[in-house]
T-cell receptor, first 117, second 112 residues
Framework: GAGVSQSPRYKVAKRGQDVALRCDPI?????LFWYQQALGQGPEFLTY????????KSGLPSDRFFAERPEGSVSTLKIQRTQQEDSAVYLC???????????????FGPGTRLTVL | AQKITQTQPGMFVQEKEAVTLDCTYD???????LFWYKQPSSGEMIFLIY??????QNATEGRYSLNFQKARKSANLVISASQLGDSAMYFC?????????FGAGTRLTVKP
């Protein structure tokens, strides 16, 4: 398909486990974003990549969260030593190279629902 | 500080009627973009409409229109002729440079 894909769609982890969430952006999209969406809330920004460069990671809630995009396409969000408060839907979005704000329209993946027991 | 405010946690509308979902924003940047997304129960975020800060006219996309009042910093979404399939969460978002921030959302329920 031509859209943003994420895997797995659902992940259940025991507290303390490490998890890795994958995002495949739309081909050719330069910018990639990760968001955390708690139940009943709006998405909260986590981090942003332009190609392989992580330009903003100000939203990562702790040093247990780490994201990478080594070849400027697929990205992985890793959460170490998961805690119950990490339970949320993790959304990935991609957008064309930002030439204008209109081109900053973000296309979202279906999300990964993480449940930490 | 909260940059996007959606004051209506939930809204009800009768099928075929119009409804307005409120959104106010806060920025000192003269250049920004405003977006509305729909999120049905299945979870995907669906882009609805965009308004640029320099756009002179209000944006329209089919049954969706954006009531943009720049001086008041509001960007309300108007849905005309509501349909049962419009029942979902609706999020207002603002983009400044690379930064995109979302409001807390409004849950719209369309009654038959």
């Amino acid at each position: 398909g031509a859209g943003v894909s994420q895997s797995p769609r659902y992940k259940v982890a025991k507290r303390g486990q490490d998890v890795a969430l994958r995002c495949d952006p739309i081909s050719g999209h330069v910018s990639l974003f990760w968001y955390q969406q708690a139940l009943g809330q709006g998405p909260e920004f986590l981090t942003y990549f332009q190609n392989e460069a992580q330009l903003d990671k100000s939203g990562l809630p702790s040093d247990r969260f780490f994201a990478e995009r080594p070849e400027g396409s697929v990205s992985t969000l890793k959460i170490q030593r998961t805690q119950q408060e990490d339970s949320a839907v993790y959304l990935c979005a991609s957008s064309l190279e930002v030439g204008s704000l209109r081109e900053g329209e973000q296309f979202f993946g279906p999300g990964t629902r993480l449940t930490v027991l | 500080a909260q940059k996007i405010t959606q004051t209506q946690p939930g809204m009800f509308v009768q099928e075929k009627e119009a409804v307005t979902l409120d959104c106010t924003y806060d920025t000192s940047d003269p250049s920004y973009g405003l977006f509305w997304y729909k999120q049905p129960s299945s979870g995907e975020m669906i882009f609805l409409i965009y308004q640029g800060s320099y756009d002179q006219q209000n944006a329209t996309e089919g049954r969706y229109s954006l009531n943009f009042q720049k001086a008041r910093k509001s960007a309300n979404l108007v849905i005309s002729a509501s349909q049962l399939g419009d029942s979902a969460m609706y999020f207002c978002a603002m983009r400044e440079e690379e930064d995109m921030r979302f409001g807390a959302g409004t849950r719209l329920t369309v009654k038959p």
